[in-house]
T-cell receptor, first 115, second 116 residues
Framework: AQSVTQPDIHITVSEGASLELRCNYSYGATPYLFWYVQSPGQGLQLLLKYFSGDTLVQGIKGFEAEFKRSQSSFNLRKPSVHWSDAAEYFCAVGLASGNTGKLIFGQGTTLQVKP | DTAVSQTPKYLVTQMGNDKSIKCEQNLGHDTMYWYKQDSKKFLKIMFSYNNKELIINETVPNRFSPKSPDKAHLNLHINSLELGDSAVYFC???????????????FGAGTRLSVL
């Protein structure tokens, strides 16, 4: 069965430090991968997506992610974290179901940023 | 102008009551979804509708009944509320493309339901 695993439930980094959030997927075919961010009390906002092509994808707010097929991973990175990046981050894989698509989410990683 | 809007934002109610959550999208999308986020923040799809037709029903109790009066609206009605229904419910919408798994979903801000 398709699944997404985010091994880190909670991560704390200092402001200005680099960040990497891990995501592993289990999917037999070509995965369509997404990272969403959920700020406190807000809905989910798409950060970036990978469908094909260049395995390093750029997103909004200075985030990037690298797709590594050999490791079944799609890790999210940011070179310098800002206090406003504190939020919940979700990795997801897109699947077709009937004549629609659906997202299978990982458990999420809570990012705390220390001043 | 909010793209996907849900009302109410907060809903506190007693066990056994019936309640509804409304969702509207102004993006012109043809597919709408309901997701449930539990207390551990795990997100799971409940339903999806495409052009007012139910497509996905992910083993949700039949106390939950989605209703789509038109493509822009997907409401969620819950009968006989239970303690375990306490969660955040998110509405989302997308436009179906040639490859369905690539559909980018746009989410509302969520409705926090508390059943006492």
């Amino acid at each position: 069965a398709q699944s997404v695993t985010q091994p880190d439930i909670h991560i704390t980094v200092s402001e200005g430090a680099s960040l990497e959030l891990r995501c592993n997927y289990s999917y037999g075919a070509t995965p369509y991968l997404f990272w969403y961010v959920q700020s406190p009390g807000q809905g989910l906002q798409l950060l970036l997506k990978y469908f094909s092509g260049d395995t390093l994808v750029q997103g909004i707010k200075g985030f990037e992610a690298e797709f590594k097929r050999s490791q079944s991973s799609f890790n999210l990175r940011k070179p310098s974290v800002h206090w406003s990046d504190a939020a919940e981050y979700f990795c997801a894989v897109g699947l077709a179901s009937g004549n629609t698509g659906k997202l299978i989410f990982g458990q999420g990683t809570t990012l705390q940023v220390k001043p | 102008d909010t793209a996907v809007s849900q009302t109410p934002k907060y809903l506190v109610t007693q066990m056994g009551n019936d309640k509804s959550i409304k969702c509207e999208q102004n993006l012109g999308h043809d597919t709408m979804y309901w997701y449930k986020q539990d207390s551990k923040k795990f997100l799971k799809i409940m339903f999806s509708y495409n052009n007012k037709e139910l497509i996905i029903n992910e083993t949700v109790p039949n106390r939950f009944s989605p209703k789509s009066p038109d493509k822009a609206h997907l409401n969620l009605h819950i009968n006989s509320l239970e303690l375990g229904d306490s969660a955040v419910y998110f509405c989302a919408s997308s436009q179906a493309g040639a490859t369905l798994a690539k559909n980018i979903q746009y989410f509302g801000a969520g409705t926090r339901l508390s059943v006492l």
